[in-house]
């Protein structure tokens, strides 16, 4: 089993924050939200009620939000289709990452153990590091421990099983700060809205970030092979933007980035179940280069003012034919004899 092993910079970077982070929830001190246009870190803490999750970056923990409901509905389904966003896979993520342990008096060891197993305490992984001798060194911190604890396994299973979870919680953000000071992620549906508003067309949208979406899942592939990372690889839906409105029509992007399986908004809706038919009437939404089939209500014929037809101009009267001469009187054929 291929075991990825983090970085010593990354193990430093959660060490010192997640610490920080058990310190100020026992001083009951707030945590600040965070600043900047993007926020990148590993997720510690998940809201779900509240809509608030709490980062630990490299100034320290920070919390963001979660954007609200999208108004337009297309965005908002296109939203649903792009996202990378889910609360519930986050929690499910750190839940992973929880375990239990036990110190072992006559080692001098920490062990993974079952929740039952006596003196067995909640501990919350930080890191896990592949010793290159077909073990494992878990980092973890343990409530009412200061310092991190470590533990050593040979399950290549459970170590793969944390190394998922912990790449899970891993975050690179754009996020957006309203005008109340709020800052939540700015979110594939909050992105499409605002493209929209600025003039961008569904249809081409759909086919940006399904572009986007196929480049970087390509370069993630080849980098899990070990092959040598393709030059587009810093291509995003941003980028991409950029080269339509800088005049480069869709035609040269598939061309110079292969054309994306995702082609229309329709697709999007069969993708997510969701009858595409019903949901277009349910949507008002024209897209602006029709490739969405999205067509504006027919007018009812009752409803159009047809303008009344002029009078028309009564014929002239026909002139009078001029009488007949009379005709001339036969001669009297007896009258010479």
């Known amino acids: 089993m291929k075991i990825r092993v983090k970085t010593v910079v990354t193990l430093v970077l959660v060490l010192t924050f997640v610490v920080t982070s058990t310190a100020f929830a026992q001083e009951g001190e707030t945590t600040p939200q965070c600043t900047g246009e993007t926020v990148t870190g590993q997720v510690v803490a998940v809201d779900q009620e509240g809509g608030v999750i709490t980062i630990s970056t490299e100034d320290g923990l920070c919390t963001v939000g979660v954007a609200g409901e999208?108004?337009?509905?297309?965005?908002?389904?296109l939203g649903t289709y792009f996202n990378n966003i889910d609360l519930d896979d986050l929690e499910a993520a750190l839940s992973s990452t929880t375990g239990s342990t036990v110190y072992n008096e006559e080692t001098g060891e920490w062990e993974w153990a079952e929740a039952d197993t006596e003196g067995a305490v909640d501990g919350n992984v930080l890191e896990v590091v592949d010793n290159g001798d077909g073990t494992y060194t878990v980092t973890f911190t343990v409530e009412g421990l200061e310092e991190p604890q470590t533990f050593v396994t040979d399950d290549a299973e459970l170590a793969a099983a944390l190394l998922a979870s912990l790449e899970a919680q891993q975050v690179d953000w754009a996020v957006q700060t309203d005008e109340e000071g709020n800052v939540t992620i700015l979110d594939a549906g909050s992105e499409i809205e605002a493209y929209h508003e600025d003039g961008m067309g569904f249809g081409v949208l759909t086919k940006l970030y399904a572009m986007a979406a196929e480049i970087q899942a390509a370069c993630a592939a080849g980098a899990e092979e070990g092959e040598e990372a393709p030059t587009n690889c810093d291509v995003d839906v941003q980028a991409l933007v950029d080269a339509f409105k800088g005049g480069n029509g869709l035609g040269l992007l598939y061309k110079e980035y292969g054309k994306p399986s995702l082609l229309g908004v329709g697709h999007a809706y069969k993708?997510?179940?969701?009858?595409?038919?019903?949901?277009k009437k349910e949507t008002a939404a024209a897209d602006e280069d029709g490739d969405s089939k999205v067509k504006p209500a027919k007018k009812d014929k009752a409803d159009k003012d047809k303008p009344d037809k002029p009078d028309k101009p009564d014929k002239p009267d026909k002139p009078d034919k001029p009488d007949k001469p009379d005709k001339p009187e036969k001669p009297d054929k007896n009258k010479n004899k």
């Open 271 to 279: 993708e997510l179940g969701l009858n595409p038919g019903k949901a």
């Open 70 to 77: 999208i108004e337009h509905p297309v965005a908002a389904l």
